[in-house]
């Protein structure tokens, strides 16, 4: 059922009907935008997944909510839905104005999808938190005391008086002549529309009634009506006032229903939810807490029950099965044997039906979503030897496992799958992970090679000259670390220093922190679903992301500084042992080797006796001149240039 503004009012009745007679119910969402700027690392903590999230999508828009009730028909004995379609838009006026972001590549995404634009603009309707509806609230009770209150009126400034006194007279001439009932005041700004309801208010009390008319174009107007007797005046002005609180109500809107979810206590289903949760308690119920803690607290006290699909399929005994967890790939899955998917019609008009094809629509994306939570449900309860049919609790045993547990699509495969609302999260351990400074020039293969002798690894890169890189041999760490201690090409710090070292960056003063980030860094992330990311790596695919330039990181710490400053100010800082200085590798120093002999790019060394007294000045000429020489050749050869912006497009 499509639910807009023009209808929701009379929906309101039949959408809480749904929720209380359902077993359980499934939500899903669509957004302006996933991520602005960096995007989650592969081995960030609940904790720092929940930040980036925060800092990085809350001001992107909620369009289109869906919410699909399951409930149970004793007669034929089978589940059906109730699932609706929510088109949503703050609007402004009475409340406040929302700005917010949207993201191109999803905007362009919603319509190659058929999403309606124009509906949502016009017909979408509002919502806002509760702090603002009870800040507005008291502003309407204060507001509605003071028309009757002479003591706050406003002293007519003298260049208005002639204004205010030739439109008092032609309300005087209208209400004289009698020839009609209403006549519009135009061409008036607020001030003057304010000074107007005050003089023309207490001039004409017993014969006229002024208000405010909105036109098509949403100009403005007063509109004066004759009063034909004095209970008209008194009707008049409860009216108006009962006006004010209609569009009170009309603009706290949707907030209304998700606030009937959560009163509910029902389980709340939903499919990869972290960001939809995130968006409904922000957009619906107040801001989020920068504490991950209260953050935890307060999701779980709106939404006792929660179960996520996605994290659901990815355990035993579905993970060996399940080679896609994207929804309609899940569902796919889950409708061929082992498996079935259990019937869930509709009553005609009220839900959907599993011949309607309408992915990426949030009502039919809760739709599947449920369904393809029964058919695992069922697939649990025939291992259990039980009978495959209504849904015994959100508590009962085979879904204790997975209630409270939303999954983190981009830490899945670094043993940080999930985060838990009402217990302790995981605490993997991140000793086989490094933060890795290499040469500008450096692609993957070469550090690939690099580390060729300790096993596969996962590499993520942070930028041009930094990755983080995991060893799939974890007991190879301590190795790694002994083995590259000296070599002058890289530097090489475990990734428990390397966050600690970030922390530190992130507690400076906000204009030290951003001198230090690229010009690339600041710009926002553009994402697509379903589409993996070209540096990536085989172990982590990005959900919503069609290619992105190396120099965007996925980690939630600041951005690593490049070359110069990682190796001399942030990484190299504080170090208990540091290794031996290190020349810049964008620009090596041609006297470096006075200290001790170094390793440069063309495989060359330089030696103490290349310094000897006796060396001629000719002999060191010839030396600057090929180091020129090769610094020339490869800048001609562009290839650093070619590959970063050809890489990211792959």
Not at 156 to 163: L, M, R, S, V
Not at 499 to 523: A, C, F, G, I, N
Request: aromatic share 10%; net charge neutral.
């Amino acid at each position: 059922m499509e639910v807009t503004r023009k209808n929701f009012k009379e929906s309101l009745p039949l959408i809480s009907e749904s929720i209380d007679k359902a077993d359980f119910l499934v939500i899903d969402a669509e957004f302006t935008g996933l991520i602005n700027g960096r995007d989650v690392s592969i081995f960030d903590s609940p904790q720092e997944y929940y930040t980036t999230l925060l800092n990085g999508s809350t001001e992107f828009l909620l369009i289109q909510y869906g919410l699909c009730a399951f409930y149970w028909d004793e007669k034929e004995n089978h589940y059906m839905n109730d699932a609706y379609n929510f088109y949503l838009f703050p609007r402004g006026r009475p409340g406040p104005e929302k700005m917010f972001l949207c993201q191109s590549s999803s905007l362009d995404f919603l319509a190659s999808q058929g999403f309606d634009f124009n509906k949502l603009i016009k017909e979408g309707i509002s919502y806002m938190t509760e702090p603002t509806e009870t800040r507005l609230r008291e502003i309407i009770i204060e507001r509605q005391k003071s028309y009757s209150n002479e003591k706050d009126s406003i002293t007519i400034p003298e260049e208005n008086k002639q204004q205010i006194e030739s439109i008092c007279k032609k309300v005087r001439d209208f209400l004289d002549e009698n020839k009609s009932d209403e006549m519009e005041i135009d061409r008036c700004n607020a001030f003057i529309r304010r000074l107007l309801f005050q003089e023309l208010g207490t001039r004409f009390k017993n014969e006229a009634f002024i208000e405010t008319k909105i036109l098509e174009n949403k100009n403005r107007v007063l509109k004066v009506t004759r009063l034909k007797s004095e209970n008209e005046g008194k009707n008049r002005d409860t009216q108006k006032k009962e006006k004010e609180w209609e569009e009170f109500e009309d603009a706290v809107g949707f907030s209304k229903v998700a606030r009937m979810i959560s009163q509910s206590e029902k389980l709340v289903i939903g499919h990869n939810m972290l960001l939809d949760l995130i968006h409904t308690l922000n957009h619906f119920f107040q801001p989020l807490p920068a504490d991950y803690t209260s953050f935890k607290e307060f999701a779980h006290c709106m939404f006792p029950r929660l179960l996520d699909t996605k994290y659901m399929s990815s355990l035993p005994p579905f993970k060996d099965k399940v080679n896609s967890s994207v929804l309609q790939h899940l569902f796919a899955t889950l409708s061929e044997p082992p498996f079935s998917v259990p019937k869930a019609e509709s009553v005609a008009g009220r839900g959907y039906r599993r011949a309607d094809d309408k992915a990426h629509e949030a009502g039919y994306d809760a739709y599947v979503t449920g369904l393809c939570f029964l058919a695992m449900h069922a697939h649990l309860a025939r291992m259990r030897g039980e009978r495959a049919a209504r849904l015994s609790g959100a508590d009962a045993a085979p879904l204790k496992p997975f209630l409270n547990k939303l999954f983190l699509a981009k830490t899945a495969h670094q043993d940080s799958p999930y985060m838990n609302l009402s217990g302790a999260d995981p605490t993997p351990s991140r000793d086989h992970v490094f933060h890795l400074t290499f040469p500008k020039e450096w692609q993957r293969n070469d550090i690939n090679q690099l580390f060729s002798a300790f096993g596969p690894i996962t590499l993520q890169f942070l930028d041009d000259t930094s990755a983080l890189v995991a060893l799939s041999r974890r007991e190879q760490a301590r190795t790694v670390t002994r083995t590259f201690a000296n070599n002058a090409l890289i530097s090489l710090i475990p990734y428990a220093k390397y966050k600690l070292l970030s922390s530190k960056v992130q507690q400076q003063p906000v204009e030290h922190v951003r001198d230090r980030l690229p010009s690339s860094e600041l710009t926002s992330a553009v994402n697509t679903p379903d589409l993996s990311r070209a540096r990536q790596g085989s172990v982590l695919k990005s959900a919503k992301s069609p290619g992105e330039f190396r120099t965007r990181s996925n980690s939630v710490s600041p951005p690593p500084p490049p070359r110069k400053r990682t190796s001399s100010v942030v990484f190299q800082v504080d170090e208990t042992e540091p290794p031996p200085k290190k020349p810049e590798l964008t620009q090596p120093k041609l006297d470096s080797s006075k200290k001790r002999p170094e390793a440069i790019s063309n495989g060359r060394r330089d030696t103490a006796e290349s310094e000897n007294e006796k060396t001629s000045e000719k002999r060191k000429e010839k030396k600057k001149e090929t180091v020129i020489e090769r610094f020339d050749s490869e800048g001609k050869s562009n290839c650093v240039a070619a590959f970063k912006e050809s890489d990211s497009w792959d």
